[in-house]
């Protein structure tokens, strides 16, 4: 059957250069990410209730919301928080491989529900459902060296020049800011003046209901048989201080007016002062950008750091940007090893292959049918919709070692009917091929067998082992099919009947030959002896085996495990809480002091400082963090490991501060940080206070524990 390939040379090589090809096709447009999207699908419902405390955003909102939500279809759990500035937020996590398009429009619907049981103040500002991961895959800030542009200003610019174009990046979840300094009318009340007069607080909103809106007043003179037809307009909702400050509140029967300006001082402000922000001691200001689920995080970085540098040259004078995060850094780095490696190896086994067949023809065609075999792998990871990552790149590593074994079958099994005194190259590679054909088959599929079945695993540490093991198995497959067609035709066109070469000069290459060969046969001599010393006595080598076997115990039960390694990502984020009920200018001096203590670390290149929010603690004026970026690796000799136990020791002194300094993680979607967590639920019905005693006392316990660094 196959003897046609040797018979037709050029119909092996067609079908070479197709799976070539095809590969090179599917390099070009497989995305490329750092691992495969193993993260379930959330989806996120925030509101906000200005003025409420989190007691009554966790009774009012957060709770009815929770109530129609929960049990939406594939939903696996949901978590919840309510902080003092108004903010609720709900995250629903899906079963994984959950259409997120589809979770999201299930989620909005639940929402729909419970729209008429919440307050009319959260319905009126809205209540926002979006897909999106939980961690941030890129962190970037705009600062200013001009004082003159403050956060408010930095803000609003970006909310209108950056944040929209980043958000059309496909892929693209959310984008937000760490603040709300919008700019919003300011409407500082004078109690005692109002008291005066006998107002409320409620009397100055149903002025600014009454009075500061958008209106249709329609048109005079239609059909009226006048000359002149004319379309009314209306002043609209009001712009500046001036104009509020004309909003009228109260007239007397005597003509007198009483307006806004008279109770109030009226200002551009900011919707909210609770967070301070700065970077690298400038006035700043620094934005997430989050993922949705499936989209992959290379391009979604790419896209968004465009439009930034599209975005960055209409800037105003003085005004700049920096990255602090970047998952693709640790990416691109880790890619280039990995190619590099790839490289190394097929180097490695090329050398190794020539030294063994020690003719320069006979290692071409092994080295030929290696790069068949690996860049056709890439097609078919097109269509089984998997991405060039560290998993299916190490996976190739690997399979070099092993596709170039049939060829070397082949090329060894033509040789040795050359040696037998085959006058013709083709007669000894069709011969050849009919004893070993079969043999060839069946070592393929007895590799496959090996990696297929690791592919039915499921859950998220199922994805990993699918596409190592369909990598593995789809290029040993096409190294079968080379070496059933263009390894033979090859063996056929290029190998030549042996010669007694005993009177030709030996040169260098010879002469290393000789010696490798004598070398090697002497290493094959003692072997088969020491195999010969172990059949006589068999029970030192059920001794040894059970020896490996305790020790593979042992190994297997002493050795750190893990889902993946923590990765050095070349920056560092903190979480800083300070006891409740601390004043934002408190917080403020606490975190600067730490932020300053982070800039004199020498790999720290630049910090962001936040006031008011922080990465696990939540909103609040007693939180705060401190975000890190980390020279190049290239430029520093410890890794963020190191870096992160000396920040803990040198703020260690700082005891008015819970402060915890952590990487980012290493998979994307999986928390804001590396480790794990947890959640606690209370099912007492006890109060608030009782559970946050028993959560430090548990906190506590497990701080103790040798191998948690931190909780």
Not at 642 to 666: D, H, R, Y
């Amino acid at each position: 059957m196959f003897k046609k390939f040797i018979d037709r040379p050029v119909l092996s090589t067609v079908i070479s250069i197709i799976i070539l090809i095809l590969g090179v096709l599917g390099i070009i447009t497989l995305p490329v990410s750092q691992y495969p999207e193993i993260a379930p699908p959330t989806v996120q419902v925030s509101a906000s209730y200005q003025g409420a405390n989190a007691d009554v955003v966790m009774s009012s909102v957060v709770v009815p919301l929770e109530e129609q939500i929960n049990g939406v279809e594939d939903m696996t759990y949901m978590t919840s928080s309510a902080g003092n500035d108004g903010s609720a937020t709900i995250t629903i996590n899906f079963k994984l491989g959950t259409n997120p398009d589809l979770a999201a429009v299930n989620v909005q619907n639940r929402v729909a529900r419970a729209t008429s049981l919440l307050p009319a103040e959260v319905t009126r500002a809205g209540v926002i459902t979006a897909k999106r991961q939980a961690s941030n895959v890129l962190i970037f800030s705009l600062y200013s060296d001009d004082p003159a542009y403050d956060q408010k200003f930095l803000q609003n610019y970006a909310e209108i020049n950056i944040i929209p174009q980043i958000k059309r990046v496909t892929g693209v979840g959310d984008v937000s800011a760490f603040g709300q300094s919008i700019y919003t009318m300011r409407l500082w009340l004078k109690p005692d003046v109002m008291a005066a007069y006998g107002l409320v607080p409620s009397d100055v909103n149903a002025a600014l209901a009454d009075q500061n809106i958008e209106a249709a007043p329609g048109q005079i003179g239609e059909q009226a048989a006048e000359s002149f037809q004319y379309t009314l307009k209306y002043t609209g909702r009001l712009k500046d201080e001036s104009q509020f400050g004309d909003i009228i509140i109260r007239t007397g029967t005597n003509g007198e007016i009483l307006k806004l300006k008279d109770i109030a001082r009226i200002e551009m402000g900011a919707q909210s002062y609770a967070s301070s922000i700065s970077f690298n001691g400038k006035p700043g200001l620094g934005f997430m950008v989050n993922q949705t689920a499936g989209s992959n995080a290379k391009e979604v970085i790419e896209g968004a750091l465009n439009a930034v540098k599209a975005a960055e040259l209409d800037f105003p004078s003085g005004v700049k940007y920096d990255v602090l995060t970047n998952v693709n850094d640790f990416l691109d780095a880790s890619i280039e090893k990995v190619l590099h490696t790839l490289v190394e190896a097929f180097i490695l086994v090329f050398i190794v292959v020539f030294i063994f067949l020690q003719d320069f023809k006979s290692t071409l065609i092994p080295a030929i049918s290696v790069p068949v075999a690996i860049v056709g792998t890439f097609f078919f990871l097109s269509l089984f919709g998997f991405t060039i990552n560290l998993l299916t790149l190490f996976a190739l590593v690997l399979a070099i070692g092993i596709v170039v074994d049939d060829a070397i079958v082949v090329v060894e099994a033509v040789h040795s009917k050359l040696d037998q005194g085959y006058k013709s190259a083709k007669k000894a590679t069709v011969d050849a091929m009919d004893e070993i054909t079969g043999a060839i088959i069946s070592i393929t599929l007895v590799m496959a067998a090996v990696f297929v079945p690791v592919s039915f695993i499921s859950g998220s540490s199922g994805v990993f082992f699918k596409q190592f093991g369909l990598t593995l198995a789809i290029a040993i497959i096409l190294s079968a099919v080379n070496a059933l067609t263009l390894s033979p035709a090859l063996c056929a066109l290029l190998l030549k009947p042996h010669k007694d070469d005993h009177h030709e000069k030996k040169g260098f290459m010879k002469r290393f030959y000789a010696a490798f060969n004598t070398s090697f046969e002497t290493m094959t001599r003692k072997y088969k002896g020491s195999v010969y010393f172990l059949t006589k006595r068999k029970w030192m080598a059920g001794l040894g085996l059970l020896a490996f076997v305790v020790a593979l115990v042992w190994a297997m039960n002493t050795t750190p495990k893990g889902f993946v390694p923590n990765e050095d990502l070349g920056s560092i984020m903190s979480d800083i809480s300070l006891p409740p009920g601390t004043s934002q200018e408190r917080t403020n001096e606490v975190i600067t002091k730490i932020d300053s203590i982070v800039a004199t670390v020498p790999e720290v290149r630049l910090t962001l400082k936040v006031i008011g929010r922080a990465m696990i603690s939540g909103s609040g004026s007693s939180y705060g963090m401190v975000i890190a970026r980390l020279k190049p690796w290239d430029e520093r000799k410890r890794d963020v490991k190191t870096i992160i136990g000396e920040l803990f020791a040198k703020t260690a002194n700082i005891k008015e501060a819970k402060i915890i300094f952590f990487a980012p993680p290493t998979i994307q979607g999986f928390g804001t940080g590396g480790g794990f967590e947890f959640q606690l639920q209370d099912k007492t019905g006890g109060t608030i206070q009782d559970f946050s005693n028993i959560s430090n006392q548990f906190l506590a316990a497990l701080n103790q524990r040798p191998e948690i660094q931190y909780a």
